[in-house]
Nanobody, 122 residues
Framework: QVQLRESGGSSVRIGDSLTLSCAAS????????MGWFRQAPGTEREIVAS????????YYTDSVKGRFTISRDNGKNTVYLQMNSLKPEDTAVYYC???????????????WGQGTQVTVSS
């Protein structure tokens, strides 16, 4: 089984930058698509960004386009989320997850990390 551990969450000010890391172990990391999700209090979890195993394709939700960048270093078995120009609405617990390597109408993420808290305030 793939095991994931997020780190890098912090309490920051509006406009600050922050980089989250997700270290993976126990699987064929380089062949797996990965995603970053977030969940704010009282809301459902939403996808923030995703990346294919070879980094040839990425996806960003509209609210973070131009501000966030997802990347990965397969040699380090790590996925990153660089967050710039942070806003209060970015406040959430951020999770990384593994995309199940099967064809489906919607992506299926079946392994999740424990989450890391990001808080953005004035």
């Amino acid at each position: 089984q793939v095991q994931l551990r997020e780190s890098g969450g912090s309490s920051v000010r509006i406009g600050d930058s922050l980089t989250l890391s997700c270290a993976a172990s126990g699987g064929t990391f380089s062949n797996l698509g990965m995603g970053w999700f977030r969940q704010a209090p009282g809301t459902e979890r939403e996808i923030v960004a995703s990346i294919t195993g070879d980094s040839k394709s990425t996806y960003y939700t509209d609210s973070v386009k131009g501000r966030f960048t997802i990347s990965r270093d397969n040699g380090k078995n790590t996925v990153y989320l660089q967050m710039n120009s942070l806003k209060p609405e970015d406040t959430a617990v951020y999770y990384c997850a593994v995309r199940k390597p099967i064809l489906a109408t919607k992506p299926i993420y079946d392994y999740w990390g424990q989450g890391t808290q990001v808080t953005v305030s004035s």
